[in-house]
């Protein structure tokens, strides 16, 4: 057996150890049945929500509100990162100022978002935004500032100037850590959407699990966040560690 089968088998029992585990719990009756729901009810829960329709529809809301708002934060984010490390002036100022909304979680954006933009799509679109693409901002930043001097020096010489240099030299030379800027970005995204929609009833995922809550169904509430959960693995599997591949044939690192 392979060393990929041999780790994909290891991630398959792990999950059915925890559904294993899952399960004696229910079945000790640790908890009542409506505060922890059975492996069971869960899945008949999530397959009647697929069918009819209600679950997909959140998916569907929740996934387009998250590309458009970390689409933005791309596009803000890495042209601002690429000014940041290459002028200093620039980073002293207003890189200071990203380093320090970083540190403010995302959903402190909300009551300023509502004030603006009203319980609507466009707040909930700014508070993934904000709280997303700073954390782009900086890796870019970061990655330029890592650039070998000499790299640098060499593509003057070769001519580089304006537009070609930020394009074809630094843009290259910090996709490693533009891709874990990405990521990361994209984690904070999600977590910023999810946040949103628990707090402003509409149509998505979150806005599910919010329902379950009020509807004290248990079995909906932990159906809505295996959802989310399985949604964070797939972009990491299959988006993320794509491109951290091609990194690693590309760059060797």
């Known amino acids: 057996m392979s060393v990929v089968w041999r780790r994909r088998l ?6 059915l150890s925890l559904l ?4 004696i719990v229910c079945f000790l009756e640790l908890w009542d049945e409506t505060l922890l729901p059975t492996p069971m009810q869960v899945w008949q829960t999530l397959s009647a929500g697929l069918a009819d329709g209600t679950i997909t529809a959140g998916i569907m809301a929740s996934m387009k509100r998250l590309f458009t708002g970390y689409g933005l934060s791309l596009a803000i984010g890495i042209p601002l990162g690429l000014l940041l490390g290459r002028n ?5 100022t207003a890189g200071s100022l ?26 909930m679109q700014f508070v993934v935004v904000m709280g997303s693409f700073m954390s782009i901002t900086l890796a870019v930043r970061d990655g330029v ?7 640098i020096r060499a593509s003057r010489v070769l001519g580089a100037r304006g537009w070609f240099f930020y394009r074809h ?42 329902s379950g809550r009020e509807l004290h169904d248990m079995a909906l509430v932990v159906a809505a966040m295996l959802v989310i959960v399985a949604i964070g693995l797939l972009f990491d599997r ?11 044939r590309r760059w060797g690192v």
């Open 10 to 15: 290891l991630s398959v029992l792990f999950l």
């Open 20 to 23: 294993a585990l899952w399960q």
């Open 88 to 92: 200093r002036l620039l980073d002293d």
């Open 98 to 123: 990203a380093v320090g909304l970083q540190a403010l979680p995302s959903i402190c954006w909300l009551p300023l978002a509502v004030l603006w933009f009203g319980l609507s799509e466009a707040a």
């Open 145 to 151: 500032k890592t650039i070998p001097p000499l790299f």
């Open 169 to 210: 030299v630094l843009l290259p030379a910090s996709l490693p850590t533009l891709l874990t800027g990405a990521k990361l970005g994209w984690s904070f995204a999600w977590r910023s959407l999810m946040a949103a929609e628990l707090l402003y009833g509409s149509v998505g995922i979150g806005s599910t699990l919010m």
């Open 238 to 248: 299959v988006i993320f560690q794509a491109g951290e591949r091609y990194i690693q």
